[in-house]
């Protein structure tokens, strides 16, 4: 499965952003799909989580009440709404694919995109 995301640009504080996710395959509606993003730090924090059906999402801690993740299987694609942006949300936003259960860390997660930078300012 390859993954494209699109959608990062510089935006305000306060600012909303929606983050795209393209699957190559027919075989991405099996699979759960996650948000991560990698700021100055070498981690890859979690953001969120969508299993196959959509019937259910996880978020991390500090985006919960902010971001909201969306599928569209029909269609291959993921979504991620971001809403209230901080200078802290900046980073590069990455978009993977599980076959596993498991969603919050990255060792979890099969096939990965390139990555689109957000940038907050204040």
């Known amino acids: 499965v390859q993954l494209v995301e699109s959608g990062g640009r510089l935006v305000q504080a306060g600012d909303s952003l929606k983050l795209f996710c393209a699957a190559s395959?027919?075989?991405?509606?099996?699979?759960?799909m996650g948000w991560f993003r990698q700021g100055t730090t070498q981690v890859r924090e979690f953001l969120a989580n969508?299993?196959?059906?959509?019937?259910?999402?996880y978020y991390g801690n500090a985006v919960k009440g902010r971001f909201t993740v969306s599928r569209d299987n029909a269609e291959n694609m993921v979504y991620l709404q971001m809403n209230d942006l901080r200078p802290e949300d900046t980073a590069v936003y990455y978009c993977?694919?599980?076959?596993?259960?498991?969603?919050?860390?990255?060792?979890?997660?099969?096939?990965w995109g390139q990555g689109t930078q957000v940038i907050v300012s204040a």
């Open positions: 395959e027919r075989t991405f509606r099996t699979y759960a």
């Open positions: 993977a694919a599980t076959s596993s259960s498991q969603y919050s860390s990255s060792l979890y997660y099969d096939y």
């Open positions: 969508i299993r196959w059906d959509s019937g259910t999402t």
